[in-house]
Nanobody, 123 residues
Framework: QVQLVESGGGLVQPGDSLRLSCTAS????????MGWFRQAPAKGREFVAT????????YYADSVKGRFTISRGNAKNTVYLQMNSLKPEDTAVYYC????????????????WGQGTQVTVSS
């Protein structure tokens, strides 16, 4: 059974940084893609960033480009989301997701999801 577990969320002030982690178990994702999505209160879930294991390619939402970085850990079952220059509008529950094959920004293409970790940016 595939499980994705996120960690690293918390309460920070505007301008601060956080690093989220996603650890996968149950299968190896070395030929797949992993992504981060987020859902703010009273809003739909939206794409944040995605990473493709084979090519190392990444893709970001315009709203986080230049501030967030998705990367893999040394073990091929961990993905990080480094979030810098956080803004109040980044407040959301952040979800890790995984899919077979190429990376994508469409939520519906992702097969596996974590439970989410809360990120709150407030002064």
């Amino acid at each position: 059974q595939v499980q994705l577990v996120e960690s690293g969320g918390g309460l920070v002030q505007p301008g601060d940084s956080l690093r989220l982690s996603c650890t996968a178990s149950g299968r190896t994702f070395s030929s797949d893609a992993m992504g981060w999505f987020r859902q703010a209160p009273a809003k739909g879930r939206e794409f944040v960033a995605t990473f493709e294991w084979i090519s190392g390619s990444t893709y970001y939402a315009d709203s986080v480009k230049g501030r967030f970085t998705i990367s893999r850990g040394n073990a091929k079952n961990t993905v990080y989301l480094q979030m810098n220059s956080l803004k109040p509008e980044d407040t959301a529950v952040y979800y890790c997701a995984a899919k077979r094959g190429r990376f994508a920004n469409a939520m519906a293409l992702y097969e596996y999801w974590g439970q989410g970790t809360q990120v709150t940016v407030s002064s």
